[in-house]
Structures are given as structure tokens and as C-alpha cells.
């Protein structure tokens, strides 16, 4: 089992950038695939983005898909989501979550992920 803690949000112009990180204690990291999901204010959260162990597959959300990239480095325990051309649409609070996996897949489902990071605010404006 691993604990969670994200970090990177804040305040953005539209067309800017950010990169969310989500550190993580426990000699385990590496044994579980990632997630980044969001939500906003009164809407339910929603799957953005996944890795796998290895950090060699990775799954987005199709608005995410040429603007968000995940990564891994499971040598510092940290997972990141470097977030490009932000539009307002992505203001939400982002949580890294974590899902015990026997296999370097990935998962999108919210009730895969076992384990949540407290979240980080972003937003963006026009």
C-alpha cells in the first residue's frame, strides 16, 4: 500500500501550462498502475489519464489526448501529469490514485483504485 500527495496546481491562463505530481510513499510504487482523475465543483469525478508499471502504456480521456501526458518515475516514487494548452473546462481538483495491478496494464474506472491522493486545485482562466 502506498500514500499519496499531489502538488503542482494553481492558477493558469487558457493556452498555459502545469505539471501535477503525485508523490508517494512505500517501497511498492512500482507494483501498481496510476491514475489521474479530476472533478469540479458539483460534478462527478472523471477519469483523465492512466500508466502502467513500467510507464510504457498510458490511456487518456479524449479531451485529453494531444494536451495531458503522464509519466512515471518510479525511482523517485512519482507520478506526473504535465497539462499543456489548458482551456477552462479543465478547472478542477486533481487526484492521483493508485491500483495494485499483476500486470503492466492500466485502468480507468474510479472503483479500480484503492488508494487516493488529497488532491490539487487547478484553474484556469479565459
Known amino acids: 500500500q502506498v500514500q499519496l500527495v499531489e502538488s503542482g496546481g494553481g492558477l493558469v491562463q487558457a493556452g498555459g501550462s502545469l505539471r501535477l505530481s503525485c508523490a508517494a510513499s512505500?517501497?511498492?510504487?512500482?507494483?501498481?498502475?496510476m491514475g489521474w482523475f479530476r472533478q469540479a465543483p458539483g460534478k462527478e469525478r472523471e477519469f483523465v489519464a492512466a500508466?502502467?508499471?513500467?510507464?510504457?502504456?498510458?490511456y487518456y480521456t479524449d479531451s485529453a489526448k494531444g494536451r495531458l501526458d503522464i509519466s512515471r518515475d518510479n525511482a523517485k516514487s512519482t507520478v506526473y501529469l504535465q497539462m499543456n494548452n489548458l482551456k477552462p473546462e479543465d478547472t478542477a481538483t486533481y487526484y492521483c490514485?493508485?491500483?495494485?495491478?499483476?500486470?503492466?496494464?492500466?485502468?480507468?474506472?474510479?472503483?479500480?483504485?484503492?488508494?487516493w491522493g488529497q488532491g490539487t486545485q487547478v484553474t484556469v482562466s479565459s
Open positions: 500508466i502502467s508499471w513500467s510507464g510504457r502504456k498510458a
Open positions: 512505500g517501497r511498492t510504487f512500482a507494483f501498481y498502475n
Open positions: 490514485a493508485a491500483r495494485r495491478a499483476g500486470a503492466d496494464v492500466v485502468a480507468t474506472g474510479l472503483d479500480e483504485y484503492s488508494i
